[in-house]
């Protein structure tokens, strides 16, 4: 495993990623009632929100660097789900590391 991809298996720099672009969660929040809303259906793959929310955000920030790494789905897959009644259940999940963060943070 690369240096690169421990540290975004890692809770602190998840934590830290997340406090440092609050902009993510508020665009896949938004993204997610949208898809509900619009389809009417109450799944959604967490890869396929993170896709549409990488277009948009890429096409609204100036900064040439933000890079939306694959390896946060977990996190943000979980902390949606906890803090958005209405998005609970919205992912099926599988066994990750993020199951314990999620535990302390929810």
């Given amino acids: 495993m690369s240096d690169q991809l421990a540290l975004c298996l890692d809770d602190t720099a998840f934590d830290r990623f997340h406090a440092d ?9 938004r993204l997610a009632r949208e898809w509900v809303s619009r389809t009417g259906r109450h799944k959604l793959g967490i890869a396929t929100l993170f896709e549409r929310a990488r277009w948009e955000i890429a096409l609204s920030t100036t900064d040439a660097d933000f890079k939306l790494n694959n390896s946060y789905r977990a996190w943000y897959a979980r902390l949606i789900m906890a803090q958005e009644r209405d998005l609970a259940g919205l992912f099926d999940l599988r066994t990750s590391k993020a199951d314990l963060w999620i535990a302390g943070v929810a």
């Fill in 21 to 29: 672009n609050p902009k993510v969660y508020e665009t896949l929040v």
